[in-house]
């Protein structure tokens, strides 16, 4: 279950810590005090997506804290996602600033399709427009699956998997339904791509070779054009005749020796130089037509790559698959009866899963209407007749071959209509909860939230509304939003949300009421804001009758 909530700098709120305990823990406050912001945040804790406005102005980050309580159960399913708990406990940790979200558990970094998968299994929280859903195509059928998980989870499995196989089989078939010309015509253009592959003898890790050969290759020729650059200008330098020039005027003055004999070194040194060039430049010859077998070998490989897939591996992928489909075409009317018998025997088999899923559900449809009419004539629907009407898809699929919906009359006399055309907005709500009560006999998740499940609702349905959630927190850890005393009075444990200024700023805070402040919470529920002696007698009578039904 959740033990705690701690956020931190969230629109409102600058520091929340909430203490949750078992059963029903209520949270109540004026209209605007900041109640959704709680469930704002416990959703970002979940795995909702980031909002960066959720962050309070002034503030660089906002952060969430759940930690959870689990049972040896839970924890086995979470090793399954590879996250240990330590313990027996769980801590969430989720910040956002604006430049990114950091998500932790137990100080492990998580992705949010992870933290999302974790979490579905540690709480369910419904919204405040949730009933709404009931309104949606393929809604009431997966409720039922819901309700029917262990008895009919292996059947989905099966006939999902089953759909795929019938798919595929399906489609193999197909791509074999083909006159004579068409498949020559495939057949030649098949062998054609083969040959090709096949000629062009591509080795494993050739590319990479070649390139670096070919860049050897540049760069030796790049290194050939320079020197010979340098032994031309050398060899066009006439040192030779400025040595002899100098020696002639030397022969007239002799302080010209220096400069002579400078001359001198300095032809030596440039006919070293070029008889050590010419040696280099024979041992490193550059072979043109070598780079340029290379070159047209690599363009060659590329152009191959880039036509089957890109890389080598995608390359024999390719040559594995044309192969397989050249053997088929050329075995062509065996292979089309042999895909015939395949899509066949698969159909055979996936209509079986779909009848066998569809005869489990409508067993387990007896069921769920029988506990569905139980909880809704306990919130008010006396008259009630409730069913799952059943039709068939026009065409069966992963999900199998059913459609269903709810079904109901809500006075003497009427036939069953749908339930989309029967229920109001207040119906949907007590509809709902029904279901939720009935889900909860079969979940496993711990925790249930309600945010503000009692909207259009009063007076004695009210009542049954509240008694229905402290029957479902017998078994379940709720929290609950609310906004009537009848409820608020059941509560185990009773949060105040209210909302203050100081020094011009707004602030949003919780805080766990004592049974005295509990009292005056319910009196303002009672009186609508002010608290009266009336309305105080009223609530001490509201908690004294709470307790009194918790004894009974």
């Known amino acids: 279950m959740l033990l705690s909530l701690h956020v931190r700098d969230m629109a409102l709120i600058d520091r929340a810590d909430v203490e949750f305990g078992e059963g029903l823990n209520i949270l109540t406050g004026e209209t605007g005090a900041g109640k959704s912001i709680l469930i704002d945040a416990v959703n970002l804790g979940l795995g909702q997506k980031a909002n960066r406005d959720?962050?309070?102005?002034?503030?660089?980050?906002?952060?969430?804290?759940?930690?959870?309580?689990?049972?040896?159960?839970?924890?086995?399913?979470?090793?399954?996602?590879?996250?240990?708990?330590?313990?027996?406990?769980?801590?969430?940790?989720?910040?956002?600033?604006?430049?990114?979200?950091?998500?932790?558990?137990?100080?492990?970094?998580?992705?949010?399709?992870k933290l999302r998968k974790l979490t579905e299994q540690l709480i369910d929280i419904h919204g405040q427009h949730e009933h709404q859903s009931?309104?949606?195509?393929?809604?009431?059928?997966?409720?039922?699956?819901?309700?029917?998980?262990?008895e009919t989870g292996e059947l989905r499995r099966r006939a999902s998997e089953s759909c795929r196989r019938f798919r595929e089989a399906a489609k193999l078939r197909k791509s074999l339904d083909m006159d004579e010309a068409s498949r020559k015509r495939e057949l030649d253009f098949l062998q054609f791509e083969i040959r090709e592959i096949e000629e062009a003898e591509i080795r494993e890790g050739e590319e990479e070779s070649l390139l670096r050969e070919v860049k050897r290759a540049q760069k030796r020729e790049r290194i050939e054009r320079a020197l010979l650059e340098a032994k031309e200008l050398l060899e066009n330098a006439e040192l030779s005749r400025a040595v002899g020039a100098v020696g002639e005027a030397l022969s007239y003055d002799e302080s010209l020796k220096d400069i002579s004999d400078s001359l001198y070194d300095l032809e030596s040194i440039a006919e070293d130089s070029l008889r050590e060039l010419d040696h280099y430049l024979d041992r490193n010859t550059f072979d043109e037509e070598e780079l340029h077998r290379a070159e047209e070998r690599l363009d060659l490989i590329r152009r191959i790559l880039m036509k089957y897939g890109g890389t080598e591996e995608k390359l024999r992928e390719a040559l594995s698959e044309k192969k397989e489909r050249e053997a088929l075409l050329t075995d062509y009317e065996e292979r089309r009866r042999e895909a015939e018998e395949a899509e066949e025997r698969e159909r055979a088999e996936f209509l079986s899963a779909c009848e066998a899923l569809s005869r489990a559900r409508k067993a387990g449809a007896l069921l769920l209407s029988e506990r569905m009419r139980q909880e809704m004539q306990e919130l008010g629907f006396l008259d009630l007749r409730f069913e799952l009407s059943f039709s068939l898809l026009p065409e069966p699929g992963e999900n199998g071959m059913d459609e269903a919906q709810f079904v109901l009359s809500?006075?003497?006399?009427?036939?069953?209509?749908?339930?989309?055309?029967?229920?109001?907005?207040?119906?949907?709500?007590?509809?709902?909860?029904?279901?939720?009560?009935?889900?909860?006999?079969?979940?496993?998740?711990?925790t249930l939230i309600f945010d503000e499940i009692d909207s259009g609702i009063s007076g004695r349905t009210a009542e049954r509304v509240s008694e229905k959630l402290r029957k479902i927190a017998r078994n379940?850890?709720?929290?609950?939003?609310?906004?009537?005393?009848?409820?608020?009075?059941?509560?185990?444990?009773?949060?105040?949300?209210?909302?203050?200024?100081?020094?011009?700023?707004?602030?949003?805070?919780?805080?766990?009421?004592?049974?005295?402040g509990s009292v005056l919470e319910l009196s303002r529920l009672l009186s609508g804001g002010s608290t009266t002696e009336a309305a105080l007698a009223n609530a001490r009578e509201l908690k004294a009758l709470a307790k009194s039904g918790e004894k009974g």
């Open 54 to 113: 959720m962050i309070r102005s002034g503030r660089e980050s906002a952060s969430v804290e759940l930690l959870f309580s689990l049972s040896e159960e839970e924890e086995r399913r979470i090793r399954d996602l590879e996250i240990e708990a330590e313990d027996g406990v769980l801590l969430i940790r989720r910040k956002i600033s604006e430049k990114r979200s950091e998500i932790r558990v137990n100080d492990q970094a998580v992705t949010l399709s």
């Open 476 to 516: 379940h850890q709720v929290i609950l939003i609310t906004h009537l005393p009848q409820i608020a009075a059941k509560a185990d444990r009773h949060f105040l949300i209210e909302k203050s200024v100081s020094e011009g700023k707004t602030r949003t805070g919780i805080r766990l009421l004592t049974e005295e």
């Open 134 to 150: 009931l309104l949606r195509e393929g809604e009431h059928l997966r409720i039922l699956d819901s309700f029917l998980e262990k």
């Open 410 to 446: 809500l006075n003497p006399g009427e036939p069953l209509r749908p339930l989309t055309e029967v229920a109001s907005g207040g119906e949907l709500s007590r509809i709902m909860l029904s279901i939720k009560t009935v889900m909860a006999e079969r979940d496993e998740i711990p």
